[in-house]
């Protein structure tokens, strides 16, 4: 049991930044909506997110640089600076929906519906400046992330899995009626998307190398990332259940528009105590993925420009810190004037389309070089799944081209 603790750390971070405010809400989402039938989908999720992270965790163990030093030195800097722009966009104005989560948990454990625009601006601020601050005055800043983020993962899951005990303890209080009309895939897309995150697979190969792990770590990179991810499967098969239990098939149609929203919907049946385990459970997921997904936006930024790929270095916590700012920023704007983040919103879809398949070649790719021989030749189940995992990817870019053509279209 000691080595299996000592083998997980790099993939539960990505496990925690993975499991944050969308994939609460898109899980709930699906299990009101579509009840059992979601959890195959988390199952095939859950095993591309392995095969992607394994893949990414031994390319940092095997390499001796870092992914885009690996890519630069074989497709030139043109094809890694694209790279990074696309990632460092995305987590930039996405991480909104972390701050906007965050207030949403904070109202829902306090038991509060709105706070006034200049409560919940402040806190943003307060607590955004707490994290640059913490950017710059750790001296070990990956050890503490690691340690952090062990303790939120055991918090999400004793707070989703108590939910899912009570749920199942207790009647369901009305009689379940089979939906009348076909319901909305694009929760089931969104669960997909949230839970294979190609983006977050991509930043293990960087996190291996903050844990210092080479050749000789192999096994334990491939165990890291088997029990990591299936521990965000887990939990988000447990969110999906507890949402079925409650929601599916109510007489009233039950609309769950953001994570505090369901967290405020679960108080009437099982009271204000259930209100606020799965409110923690919340502010935990926003909490995780908060400063890991702007570090890894900052990071592959900073290595894709050759200022640095190392959490040590100046160009990672400089990056990482623009991008919790424009995250805020964003936030800011969504709640002083709701709607005006939509443009921004799309903008970073737009890049999805074509990052995110991007991201999925380029570990394909050096996954699949002559070079890699002997011991460092990547197994092939792993790079078939990973290969499956890329053409998903490029079927959820589709989705979302044809998602932002119809806003750009008014369609």
């Not at 929906?97 to 965050?102: G, K, P, R």
């Not at 306090?110 to 750790?138: D, K, P, Q, T």
């Not at 062990?150 to 009626?177: Q, T």
Request: proline share 3%; with cysteine; hydrophobic share 50%.
């Amino acid at each position: 049991m000691r080595g299996l603790l000592k083998s997980i750390g790099p993939a539960i971070i990505v496990a925690a930044v993975v499991l944050g405010p969308g994939s609460i809400l898109t899980s709930s989402k699906v299990g009101a909506t579509f009840g059992v039938l979601g959890l195959p989908v988390v199952v095939c999720a859950a095993v591309l997110m392995i095969g992607m992270v394994a893949l990414s965790a031994r390319l940092g163990a095997v390499y001796e640089g870092s992914l885009c030093t690996e890519l630069r030195e074989r497709l030139g800097s043109g094809v890694t600076i694209v790279i990074g722009l696309i990632l460092f966009g995305l987590v930039a104005l996405f991480q909104s929906s972390n701050n906007i989560a965050l207030i949403g948990g904070l109202e829902a454990l306090f038991g509060e519906s709105e706070w006034s625009l200049g409560m919940r601006l402040g806190i943003l601020l307060v607590f955004n400046g707490l994290i640059v601050a913490s950017l710059y005055l750790l001296r070990n800043l990956y050890s503490s992330v690691e340690k952090l983020m062990k303790f939120l993962i055991g918090l999400m899951s004793l707070a989703f899995l108590v939910n899912l005990v009570v749920a199942y303890s207790r009647p369901r209080g009305y009689v379940p009626v089979e939906p009348s009309e076909t319901p909305n895939l694009l929760p089931l897309l969104g669960m997909i998307g949230t839970t294979f995150s190609v983006g977050g697979a991509f930043y293990q190969a960087y996190l291996v190398k903050e844990k210092g792990w080479g050749l000789g770590d192999l096994r334990k990179g491939l165990t890291d990332s088997v029990v990591s991810i299936s521990v965000l499967g887990i939990m988000t098969m447990a969110i999906l259940l507890t949402s079925y239990r409650v929601f599916y098939g109510h007489e009233e149609s039950v609309v769950l528009s953001s994570v505090g929203e369901v967290a405020l919907q679960l108080e009437p049946l099982f009271g204000p105590w259930a209100r606020v385990v799965f409110a923690s459970g919340i502010l935990a997921g926003a909490l995780s993925s908060f400063l890991v997904n702007c570090l890894i936006g900052g990071t592959v930024m900073s290595d894709s420009l050759g200022k640095g790929a190392r959490l040590s270095d100046s160009g990672p916590v400089h990056l990482t810190a623009l991008a919790l700012v424009i995250g805020m920023g964003v936030a800011m704007m969504f709640f002083a004037r709701e709607g005006s983040t939509v443009v921004l919103i799309t903008i970073a879809q737009a890049m999805t389309v074509l990052g995110i398949p991007a991201l999925a070649a380029a570990l394909v790719y050096l996954g699949t070089r002559k070079d890699l021989k002997g011991e460092r030749k990547v197994p092939a189940p792993i790079i078939g799944i990973a290969g499956l995992g890329f053409l998903v990817s490029c079927g959820l870019a589709c989705l979302t081209a044809v998602k932002v053509y119809g806003k750009l279209t008014g369609g």
